[in-house]
């Protein structure tokens, strides 16, 4: 893979970005129309490539592909289903694999969606889709070092793993979560350890799905849990309480609660750097905390709306935050700041940055 863009020319880059309607290069051009990129010069890195950031846009069914450097979309692959949702994308970066949520939100009544659709990223297109039915509204989403592929349903409480998802028709395997709504969950880095938050049972939920008769493991960390995030050395999973207003540490070998902190208040994303640093996605305030690894808040970032996904450079301090009003805010995490925004499509929400 080429190296990434370097640091510095990547935050001089991003700076061209709107810091509002008519800012930097975005002045020059006019001001860009809501749900269209900002037009700026372009900024090339280090290898002659820009990053470019993958940008699910639920609203318009359509995984989009953004020119860092400049916040021009340069290509777009729509999607078919009402609301795909998460994805991630393979360590090659060649491929992604998008869950059919088919619902506009947890709260959304019905049955929702059934398949993975699998997009060739070199091709930008939709290369096939993977059918889960009769398991329904696939929302949590995640990749293992080995790129086998582990899938929620939201509606069967069920964990699916698909082990060579590059090729695979059907899930190979389904475990039972043990909870009721699980949304989102982490995996540990081999695979073989998931954890889920459940909504609707307040619990979160240890499963092996190599280890199918193992029962799961479930432990009661507060009221509506669903942002969640693994420690880097993996001992510690961080689980936001949308309702219950606190961020609880929980040991993943005893699976008991070692420590709860208040946080803001509805916090919906979890993000553990490599540091043990946190970021909190606070949708009620429309701001982002940022914690140390002693989960004592260092700062606090406001976004002017409110964000429902993050995501981080790899080697930038940088963090990007999906916003409702069709933006997205690029995060200066040295300078605590909002350093730029992108316009996009319909309701932005995952994300995830391909090194140019």
């Known amino acids: 893979m080429p190296p990434a863009i370097d640091r510095r020319l990547c935050l001089s880059g991003l700076a061209a970005l709107a810091l509002g309607p008519l800012t930097g290069a975005a002045r020059a051009q006019g001001a860009a129309p809501q749900g269209t ?39 777009r692959v729509e999607l078919p289903g009402e609301y795909p949702h998460e994805f991630v994308v393979d360590r090659a970066g060649t491929r992604a694999y998008v869950a059919l949520y088919g619902a506009k939100s947890s709260t959304t009544p019905g049955p929702g969606g059934d ?6 990223l070199a091709a930008r297109s939709l290369a096939r889709t993977i059918d889960c039915g009769p398991f329904r509204r696939l929302h949590g989403i995640r990749l293992d070092a080995r790129d086998r592929l582990m899938v929620l349903s939201e509606d069967r409480d069920v964990l699916l793993g698909i082990d060579a998802p590059e090729r695979a028709e059907r899930p190979d395997r389904a475990v039972a979560t043990g909870g009721i709504k699980g949304h989102l969950f982490s995996l540990s880095r081999d695979g073989e350890t998931a954890y889920v938050a459940n909504i609707l049972s307040n619990t979160v939920s240890r499963v092996r799905p190599f280890a199918p008769a193992e029962a799961p493991r479930i432990a009661a960390s507060g009221p509506w849990p669903e942002g969640n995030a693994l420690s880097p050395d993996e001992a510690t999973l ?29 916090v919906v994303r979890v993000d553990c750097g490599l540091e043990g640093d946190l970021i909190l996605a606070n949708y ?38 999906a916003l409702e009003d069709d933006r997205i805010a690029v995060v ?12 996009t499509g319909r309701e932005p929400d995952v994300m995830v940055l391909l090194p140019g």
């Not at 010069?41 to 846009?57: F, I, N």
């Not at 398949?115 to 060739?120: C, E, P, Q, S």
């Not at 961080?238 to 208040?265: D, F, I, K, N, Q």
């Open 37 to 75: 990129p900002v037009q700026a010069a372009p900024m090339q890195g280090a290898a002659g490539r820009s990053d470019t950031l993958l940008v699910m846009e639920k609203g318009d069914h359509a995984l989009s592909f953004y020119e860092l450097a400049s916040g021009r979309r340069t290509g």
């Open 115 to 120: 398949a993975v659709y699998v997009v060739d």
């Open 238 to 266: 961080y689980v936001a309480h949308r309702r219950g207003a606190t961020l609880a540490a929980l040991a993943t070998e005893a699976m008991t609660v070692t420590r709860s902190v208040p946080t803001r208040g509805d």
């Open 284 to 321: 009620a305030e429309k701001s982002l905390s940022l914690l140390d690894p002693a989960l004592k808040e260092m700062a606090v970032v406001p976004l002017g709306a409110a964000p429902v996904a993050l995501a981080r450079h790899p080697s930038s301090p940088l963090a990007f935050a």
């Open 332 to 343: 200066d995490l040295e300078g605590r700041r909002v350093q730029g925004t992108l316009a």
